[in-house]
């Protein structure tokens, strides 16, 4: 009985195993296929500056829209777009998309306006970074400075020197760099010597629970007075209500992203909002007042 019953387990686990891995490469198969089927959206998520409210820019976020499966966050397919360097063309197209829709809005009157790309480190170890970048800014007509990659704590600890290579030629264009998800990497913090970075972004598991923890709340203070001294900038991430906005606003943090403003959003409904922010509070308006 014993025999058989563990028999049957194997059974099981091999029918799982092979769910599994059919599962794996329906899905690698389709994101082979998703560039070339223009299948990748990017959403965009606002920064928004705490003193003033006003949106300064904004985060690119790519979905898959899965001919069956609807629309997929990257938790369900960046891993394994990663591990096949699926990435690298991913990546390119995410650079490309978001630079032009950058340049759009500058169009558009929100000459101001910041975009931020997340990137993998597969990105720097085994695509031509800089080159992509160089493409991306030149093929959108968009100047440097306006561009903002967020990196990894866990990126900078892989080839340190590699990328810090790219990191500097990229600053020469006028690219800027950010950690996102600061706080959670359990690193020396030696790399923030080496790396010129422009901004801490706090890793929301802090941000959300400043007023229930006083923990989260030490670290979350930690984190914005020591970007201060080196005289980076904090974004603080995950902001789900008004109360955690304004401590953290008192706190002295920067800028914030989060639901309570808005979740990620396509760009025609990006830009609507954006029109209205603009327009609430009067800065940097797309339709300037008329001379009298
Ligand atoms: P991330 O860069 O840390 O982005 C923040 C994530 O938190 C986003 O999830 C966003 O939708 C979510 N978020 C924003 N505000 C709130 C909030 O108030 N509450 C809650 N609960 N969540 C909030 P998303 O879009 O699913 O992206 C997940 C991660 O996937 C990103 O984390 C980033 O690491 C990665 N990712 C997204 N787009 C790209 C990309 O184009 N390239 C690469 N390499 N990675 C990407
Ligand atoms: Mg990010
Ligand atoms: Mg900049
Ligand atoms: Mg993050």
């Keep these: 009985q014993a025999k058989a019953d563990g028999k049957n ?10 769910t599994l891995s059919q599962e794996r490469f329906e899905l690698i198969t389709g994101l082979r296929l998703a560039i070339k089927r223009q299948e990748f ?76 790309v997340n990137l993998s480190s597969v990105q720097f170890s085994r695509g031509n970074l800089e080159r992509e970048v160089k493409k991306a800014l030149k093929k959108s007509d968009l100047d440097g400075q ?38 959670t990497g359990y690193s020396n913090l030696g790399y923030l010597s080496k790396f010129d970075i422009e901004s801490l972004k706090i890793d929301q598991s802090f941000v959300r629970k400043i007023l229930d923890s006083e923990q989260d709340l030490n670290i979350t203070i930690a984190i914005i007075n020591f970007a201060k001294s080196l005289g980076l900038t904090t974004v603080a991430e995950g902001i789900e209500d008004a109360e955690i906005m304004a401590k953290l606003a008192v706190l002295g943090c920067d800028l914030g992203q989060g639901y309570y403003w808005s979740k990620p959003l396509d760009a025609e409904t990006f830009t609507s909002l954006l029109r209205q922010n603009h327009a609430s509070s009067g800065q940097d308006s797309p339709t300037p007042a008329v001379p009298d």
């Design 9 to 18: 387990l194997c059974r099981f686990f091999n029918d799982q195993m092979n």
């Design 146 to 183: 306006f561009l903002e990659l967020e990196l990894t704590e866990s990126l900078l600890l892989g080839d340190a020197e590699k990328v810090r290579i790219q990191v500097d030629k990229l600053r020469a264009h006028g690219v800027s760099f950010s950690i996102d998800d600061f706080g």
């Design 41 to 116: 959206r990017l959403h965009y998520q606002p920064k928004i500056a705490l003193d003033s409210g006003q949106w300064v820019g904004a985060e690119a976020l790519l979905r898959w829209q899965h001919p069956e499966k609807g629309l997929l966050a990257p938790a369900v397919f960046m891993a394994l777009a990663e591990e096949t360097g699926l990435i690298i063309d991913i990546g390119k197209w995410v650079l490309q998309q978001a630079c032009t829709q950058c340049r759009a809005w500058h169009d558009q009157g929100f000459a101001s306006l910041d975009i931020a």
